[in-house]
């Protein structure tokens, strides 16, 4: 199983991966709450033409520090072009991103060309592309993992300030915050990144690395300390496997294989975090249909004997669906489960309350009667369109709420009279 | 096939795609969804790459079909993300990059056995166009990317002239076109469809890469250039086919990439109209601001001047008067003095600068508007002591018509709420 560790040169490749993925993880987090996850992108292929200048101009040789310099003055330009073209023309920011990425891009394509006409390697542009993290040495690898702890301290070290500005920057400028610094440095922080992971996972999927943690992560937690610990160590764990499944075949890249399996991540996130997840809404949708049809059931059966004042009279199903406007397969549904409860009689077709059913309508009904009173006399409704908003609200009513509306009830004189007791109370 | 006639074929291809790319660009650009264009030409890849898989051959019509497909997958997994409280960027981020990563490793594991190249596919070559012939029964027609381009360029112009107007409300007020019962989503989806087709056909000639930057960079360009849409489109379209042929001239010269140096003027071209654009350029924005405000400050020195001829019978200044009494700095003084005497309205002598007739006349006519403009506030109930700087300000921009309705608005007076007489209309 851990055959695959053995080789020293995967090893370093694990460790790059790792490093980065977790870096991405929490920068990532920040920038996708500063809505900048696509900056990442626009970033990562504008760097290609920093390479390339980076390279004709140490000519020709391959030297990392240099050209991941250059990458990152031109990210920086790029990032300074997006906002020079959303704030000084009527250009919105997403075609602002969407030309700095292509333009920037081509004309590193040009140079690259040019750059192969004198003599160059061809094995360049797909390594900037896809990332070669097969072929990363020793020496690259530290410095990334240097360049990514550095990254990444920074952003912890200014962990609350760049909160501040992510959450209310209005009023981290009221605090006299230097805002402008901070978002610069947040997008100096992202270019560094997206230079540093340029080598391992390529332009286009250093993007993924920047956003799907954070988002896998935001599924599991609605606070900022979580999600950014959580985005880094989903960050961290694609890389491992990323790295892992590249092992398993000669022709594959690490790169695609880090983003298809924070992708896992975050498919894994989407469909099962309990409480924002796909599969505990769909739970808590279904809690609730059933909980609002059981009561709505028993008020109709409640209402109907009230009229009639027939408590023990047995009620044909027809009836009861009539009332509720249903088809009656549900509402036989319904009755079911509600005798399963032991709320409800019913046999042959017909159905009425039992003891523990009219108490537990008679509540329902109760509730319904409350926010009725509550909608005519405190928001002045009509008489008449105070059942629809009653029918949604009797059924999410908590205890308090309940209270307040019974003292409502009092003040206006409507509360049922109790006889007062005919002998004396013990005590 | 001469050079002429092949430069010809390659400059024809170029235009096609950056026509057709232009056509649903604008709307892209409009819409705001740019980078969903872009993320559709990124996740084309494993289209072709299933495609290919799946009918083993690098089928244009299996292609196009695979594209279609993706391009509908990749917009409905974005809405869908975006519906499940996703944000819209981090949607389009993690669906796109996703799709692309198993593009990646489709090609990878599956692409080389037909020259599936990833190179080919990222940046395309256009410059193999001329010898990539389509033949129909033996005879030769022209360049197989002509034919593919020229059709999507036909198909573009006629789903946007057939739907221009639901296409134009859509864009512009999508609550207006839902309220009127538009098929918005089909509309949306549309759009994507031929994005993913434009997309297809362009990979093989500038790759998908650079096909983004003609979807979006010639209609952000024409959108600085004009206000209407039917300008917009045709104008993109211009811009995309000059940037095709000034691209191919570059990359002669240089020798490098064609369809990268196609792109790069795109870019260009949008710098020059970021910049220079008669309505929204940059550096023409900068000069208007500029001979507004020597304008003002020019009429402000001739109020002075009259004032002080006026009041103090004194008919000529120096520059360095004028600066000091209306807190200038040297040099503005002294230019706003320059232009004034070389448009005739100040004479200069030995050095010292009085009002020509012409300059009195204007400054007559500045005074007539200052104090019919207070006489109008003082009519709407402003204190006495709220109508001077207001006045101050405006009086530089009444039109003689203005002033003219100003003076019936106020009953033709005679004279000011301070009493001062206001010169009539000469």
Known sequence: ?427 | MTDFMSAFWIILTGALVAGACALAGCFLVLRRLAMLGDAISHAILPGIVIAFLLTNSMNVLSMFVGAAAVGLLTTFFVQWLNSSGVQNDAALGVTFTSLFALGVVGVSLFGHAVHLDLDCVLYGEIAYTPFDPLLWNGRYLGPRPVWINGGLFLLNLTVITLFYKEFKLAAFDPDMAKAVGLPVTFLHYLLMILVALTTVGAFESVGVILVTAMLITPPATAYLLTEKLNRMLIFSVALGALASLLGYLISVQLDCSIAGAMASVCGLLFAAAFLFSPTHGLVIRWIRMRRLRHRVADEDALLWAHRQWETEAAHSFTAGQLGESLQWLASEAHASTRRLNLSGLLNLEKGRFSLSESGHTKALGLIRAHRLYETYLDELGYPPDHQHDPADRVEHHLSPGLVGELEKATEHPDKDPQGKIIPTAE
């Open chain 1, 1 to 427: 199983m851990t055959a695959w560790l053995n080789d020293p040169n995967t090893r370093w490749v694990l460790t790059g991966c790792v490093m980065l993925g977790a870096c991405s993880g929490l920068l990532g987090s920040f920038a996708m709450l500063r809505r900048r996850s696509l900056l990442g992108d626009a970033l990562a292929h504008a760097a290609l033409p920093g390479i390339c200048l980076a390279y004709l101009i140490s000519g020709g040789q391959r030297s990392l520090p240099l050209m991941m310099a250059g990458a990152f003055l031109a990210g920086l330009l790029g990032a300074f072009c997006v906002q020079a073209v959303t704030r000084y023309s009527r250009i919105k920011e997403d075609a602002a991103l969407g030309m700095v990425l292509t333009v920037f891009f081509a004309f590193g394509i040009v140079l690259l060309t040019l750059i192969l006409r004198t003599g160059g390697q061809k094995a360049g542009l797909d390594k900037f592309l896809f990332g070669q993290a097969a072929s990363l040495v020793g020496s690259d690898v530290r410095i990334m993992v240097i360049c990514s702890l550095l990254a990444g301290l920074v952003a912890i070290g200014l962990y609350k300030e760049l909160k501040l500005l992510c959450f209310d920057p209005g009023f981290a400028d009221s605090l006299g915050f230097p805002s402008a610094w901070l978002d610069a440095l947040l997008n100096l922080l992202i270019v560094a990144i997206v230079v540093i992971g340029l080598q391992a996972v390529g332009v286009v999927l250093m993007v993924a690395l920047l956003i799907t943690p954070a988002a896998a992560a935001r599924y599991w937690t609605d606070s900022l300390s979580r999600m950014v610990c959580l985005a880094g160590a989903i960050g961290a764990f694609s890389g491992a496997l990323g790295t892992y499944f590249s092992t398993l075949a000669p022709r594959l890249a690490t790169g695609p294989l880090i983003v298809l399996s924070a992708a896992v991540f975050f498919l894994l996130s989407l469909f099962l975090a309990p409480r924002r997840g796909l599969a505990a809404k769909a739970w808590r949708g279904w809690t609730l249909r059933r909980k609002v049809a059981r009561e709505n059931t028993l008020r109709s059966i409640f209402e109907w004997a009230e009229r009639e004042n027939a408590w023990n009279q047995p009620i044909p199903v027809e009836k009861i669906a009539a009332r509720r406007g249903q088809n009656p397969s549900r509402t036989v549904h319904n009755l079911t489960l509600l005798a399963r409860e032991g709320l409800v009689q019913f046999q042959e077709g017909k159905a009425y309350l039992s003891e523990a059913g009219r108490g537990e309508a008679h509540r329902v009904t109760r509730n319904h009667r409350l926010w009725e009173m509550y909608l005519m006399h405190e928001q002045e409704l009509r008489s008449d369109h105070v059942d629809r908003d009653a029918d949604i609200i009797e059924h999410v009513l908590n205890p308090d709420t309940v209270a307040e509306l019974e003292e409502l009830l009092r003040q206006h004189g409507l509360e049922p009279q109790r006889p007062p007791s005919p002998h004396p109370l013990p005590g």
